[in-house]
């Protein structure tokens, strides 16, 4: 702390004061701390509102603890049991314990403040740098042949790996599913929507099965009935099944390709 206090008992900072009075090298009871808190004023006043934070900051914590400490000192003590005398002894204690550690921080932010100032903000070394292997290469029963063996190796491309075959999708029309829907009706004049399709139905399958129904119902071959929501769809022939034609009235199209009046318009 840079402000200075000069009394007649005492000159030098704030912090002295109190470490003198902690170390009781100094008579608390002879200090006016109204003097002490005056002069704080008057160095306030005279800095003309610029004293830095940590300036008053530091004064107040240091003037409450001599303020406490005196009062101790001055006031008489009132009879109490012996327990209340050592919860009092124990908190003078408290007192001094807390001023050394505010001591001992404040140290510390001073040590931290030099080294920031000075740019230190690094620090050595401790390990030693690892020390380079040196191998020595056995090259005992190496011949040329060797050498030019190895070398044929490493820069002749080798072969890569065999392109596996790829999956091919399976392929599904509207006319293989009319011809799958006519044979089944061939047989049983009556066929569920789900039997048209395999055990494990691909979306595709079930999409174009359903375009090839869809597709008999507007030629009016077929009809489709069911009996309510999430019912059995149930197919039935209009016509006699052999008479049900395998073609459709538009050109089929492959999944992925537009239509054709769609590609004209482009």
Do not use: C
């Not at 704030?14 to 109204?34: N, P, R, S, Y």
């Not at 080294?115 to 029963?141: C, F, S």
């Not at 139905?201 to 375009?211: D, F, G, I, N, S």
């Amino acid at each position: 702390m840079s402000y200075q206090v000069h009394l007649t008992q005492f000159e030098g900072p704030l912090d002295l004061l109190l470490h003198l009075i902690e170390k009781e090298e100094l008579d608390i009871t002879q200090v006016a701390l109204a003097q002490v808190t005056d002069e704080f004023v008057r160095y306030v006043e005279s800095m003309r509102g610029h004293v830095e934070i940590a300036v008053l900051a530091d004064f107040l914590v240091v003037a409450s603890r001599l303020l406490q400490i005196k009062s101790r000192a001055l006031l008489p003590q009132l009879p109490q049991a012996a327990a209340g005398d050592a919860a009092g002894d124990a908190t003078g204690d408290d007192l001094i314990r807390q001023l050394r550690a505010y001591r001992k921080y404040k140290e510390a932010a001073q040590w931290l403040r030099e080294r920031d100032e000075a740019g230190i903000h690094a620090y050595v070394r401790i390990a030693p740098l690892p020390r380079p292997q040196h191998i020595t290469l056995e090259l005992a029963g190496v011949t040329l042949a060797t050498l030019r063996t190895a070398a044929q190796a490493a820069l002749y491309p080798r072969e890569g790996p065999q392109p596996q075959e790829a999956i091919q999708r399976p392929r599904i029309s509207i006319v293989q599913q009319i011809r799958l829907i006519r044979r089944r009706l061939m047989q049983w004049q009556q066929v569920a929507f789900l039997k048209l399709l395999g055990r494990t139905p691909t979306r595709l399958e079930a999409a174009v099965t359903l375009q090839a129904v869809l597709e008999l119902i507007k030629q009016r071959a077929v009809q489709a009935t069911q009996d309510g929501l999430f019912e059995e769809i149930l197919i039935e022939p209009l016509v006699p099944p052999e008479q049900i034609p395998e073609f459709v009235a538009q050109p089929e199209t492959v999944p992925g390709q537009p239509l054709p009046h769609q590609s004209a318009n482009r």
